[in-house]
């Protein structure tokens, strides 16, 4: 397979960036800092866009910036950069349950942040106390894409999700008491949230989170250098229907009407009487 460099301890995929637009991501833990060093420079060396080490501890991190110059450590974050990718307009609003989500949160955060992203931070917006999530729903709204960190029972995603349009990625987080799990509920709740089409990623990952909106922006990025909207670039204009058009609407009219079934309720059969279990009725054997 092409695209690999043998350093003997690692098998680096240095043709990463040309699949998905972004190098290959170091994981610290495990790697020793002459490792980590060693990848890092490879990395750099066969790749133009940003170069990240994620969970490195501070030692780890001043030993990795001896050996290669040029980089910035975020403690809070654990997160190592090199090459920061020019920032862009796509905003990001990182939001957290408590304070304790905080390594978490800035790990997303500083993620987002080294590939371009432009990003906003709203801390300590829990649920117990609804007033500071409803208080930050118009910052939330205006935002391309928003990152909910959560522990406990994990409630805020599915808050947040309620109030905006825009991608919602959720993280669910570790923190919590005994039935917590150690975020496995609060990953559960996330999977099980009513509001429709929230992604979730693994507990404690604000990394994976930040990726998910990576790709998000890739689908954008790759709009505006075609002219095209995001549905455009999915198909031609030919076969893809206008904005809210629908039989008897145009884009200019607005939403469409709310559904309404064609058939009067009469034409289902009778109806039960209130707080009956009787089934409609059926038609008769051999009509149609």
């Known amino acids: 397979m092409t695209g690999l460099v043998d350093l003997g301890f690692a098998q680096l995929d240095v043709a990463r960036e040309q699949r998905q637009g972004m190098p290959e991501v170091v994981y610290g833990p495990g790697k020793t800092p002459r490792q980590i060093a060693a990848i890092m420079a490879n990395l750099l060396r066969h790749n133009t866009g940003p170069v990240l080490a994620t969970r490195v501890d501070p030692g780890t991190a001043a030993t990795v910036l001896e050996d290669v110059e040029g980089g910035t450590y975020h403690e809070?974050?654990?997160?190592?950069?090199?090459?920061?990718a020019p920032r862009r307009p796509f905003r990001v609003t990182v939001i957290s349950a408590g304070t304790s989500d905080g390594p978490v949160t800035a790990e997303a955060a500083a993620v987002c942040t080294a590939?371009?992203?432009?990003?906003?931070e709203i801390h300590d917006a829990g649920v117990a106390g609804l007033d500071r999530v409803i208080r930050a729903a118009?910052?939330?709204?205006?935002?391309?894409?928003?990152?909910?960190?959560?522990?406990?029972?994990?409630?805020?995603?599915s808050v947040v999700g309620g109030l905006v349009r825009?991608?919602?990625?959720?993280?669910?987080?570790?923190?919590?008491?005994?039935?917590s799990l150690e975020g496995v509920t609060a990953l559960l709740a996330m999977h099980a949230s009513c509001a429709a089409g929230v992604t979730v990623v693994n507990i404690d990952s604000g990394f994976g989170a930040a990726m998910a909106v990576h790709r998000i922006t890739q689908i954008a990025a790759r709009s505006e250098a075609t002219g095209a909207g995001p549905s455009k670039a999915a198909s031609s204009a030919s076969d893809?229907?206008?904005?809210y058009s629908s039989a008897g609407s145009s884009p200019a009219s607005g939403p469409p009407a709310p559904y309404a079934p064609a058939a009067s309720p009469a034409s289902y059969g009778p109806a039960a009487a209130p707080g009956s279990l009787a089934a409609p009725a059926r038609p008769a054997h051999g009509s149609s």
């Open 76 to 84: 809070r974050a654990g997160l190592l950069v090199y090459r920061p």
């Open 115 to 120: 590939l371009g992203l432009t990003v906003e």
């Open 138 to 157: 118009p910052r939330l709204q205006t935002s391309d894409a928003v990152i909910v960190v959560a522990g406990m029972e994990g409630a805020l995603a």
């Open 166 to 179: 825009c991608p919602v990625v959720a993280v669910p987080t570790s923190t919590g008491y005994g039935a």
């Open 240 to 243: 893809s229907p206008a904005p």
